[in-house]
């Protein structure tokens, strides 16, 4: 079975296309480095012909409200065009927990537009909205720290491996299309600020780490509710102090 992943060349696009390779199957890397673009329209009509499955894990170049929205309609109806007339028989996307309770960001809003696209499609299809990545919390670390000190707010987490989540995007690509929706999940939840504490903590960074229920997370208020998975989640496998010792040796 030929099974195009668009964004192929990134995280977890790479351990997609590696995983799916195990098996029997025609694999393509579909990215711009390799002459795939689904915003231009280049070389997609060719990546997908013969196609029966497309996971789609392509994230936008840029986050301005703007740009990413106008990155994931245009991407979303050229993919949609170019899968009916490849004959494609299941559009499998990664989108993000949580999406349609972040509207106060212009990347959720555009993810919902992405979600949006997809169910208006003919295309049948499987939506994995995953918690934020493992490998993501320097980022938040960075994002939150003014000096020497990371003020974060204490809300509930359950973060996940970029590997976990490939496992699963891979297994969905290979299942029947649920024109549905799954969460996906870490196996364990975990407040923002203790998160960030254990990573600094692991990685020998000086920075303290200070919970205030008023910061922000990326410039939004969020909760208890805005980052978690909903009921009955996939769960990866992998503990996150277990990433931070493997990481660390």
């Not at 995983?19 to 070389?43: I, K, Y």
Request: charged residues 20%.
């Amino acid at each position: 079975m030929k099974i195009v992943v668009i964004g192929g060349s990134g995280l977890i696009g790479k351990k997609v296309v590696a995983n799916l390779r195990q098996g029997d199957h025609e694999v393509v890397a579909a990215s711009p480095s390799s002459g795939v673009n689904t915003v231009t329209g280049e070389g997609l009509a060719e990546a997908l012909a013969g196609a029966k499955v497309v996971v789609d894990v392509a994230n936008a170049p840029s986050w301005e409200d703007s740009a990413v929205l106008a990155f994931f309609e245009t991407s979303g109806r050229n993919l949609a065009t170019a899968e009916a007339a490849a004959g494609v028989g299941h559009h499998v996307a990664l989108s993000v927990c949580g999406t349609d309770r972040m509207l106060a960001s212009g990347y959720f809003r555009a993810k919902v537009a992405q979600e949006t696209l997809i169910k208006a499609s003919p295309i049948p299809y499987t939506i994995v909205r995953a918690t934020q990545f493992f490998e993501f919390v320097g980022g938040i670390a960075q994002a939150a720290t003014e000096g020497q000190t990371a003020r974060l707010p204490p809300v509930l987490m359950q973060p996940i491996v970029s590997e976990d989540v490939a496992a699963v995007m891979a297994d969905v690509a290979l299942a029947s299309p649920l024109n549905g929706t799954v969460d996906l999940a870490g196996p364990e939840p975990i407040r923002q600020d203790d998160l960030v504490r254990q990573f600094l903590n692991a990685t020998g960074d000086a920075r303290t780490v200070t919970a205030d229920p008023k910061a922000l997370y990326y410039g939004m208020a969020v909760d208890d509710r805005s980052l978690m998975p909903g009921d009955n989640p996939r769960l990866g496998p992998t503990r996150f102090a277990d990433w931070l010792a493997r990481s660390r040796g």
